[in-house]
């Protein structure tokens, strides 16, 4: 099986969105819940950087 460095090619700013969550006072998955539940207020690279926060946060609980 071939290993893919996907999440590696998909972290463009790696902390970015963590930092716009600590400047909001919440944690980066309060942030990205808050982000998933109302898109609209949130430019498109949050809602994407949300996206893919849930998604490794996924990935990591799958690996314990």
């Not at 919440?26 to 949050?46: E, R």
Request: positive net charge; hydrophobic residues 40%; aromatic residues 6%.
């Amino acid at each position: 099986m071939k290993k893919s460095n996907w999440i590696q090619k998909a972290i463009k700013r790696p902390g970015a969105f963590t930092a716009k969550a600590k400047k909001r006072g919440l944690t980066a998955a309060a942030f990205a819940m808050a982000v998933k539940k109302n898109p609209k207020k949130y430019d498109t690279t949050t809602v994407r950087q949300a996206n893919l926060a849930t998604t490794l946060r996924k990935i990591s609980k799958k690996k314990k």
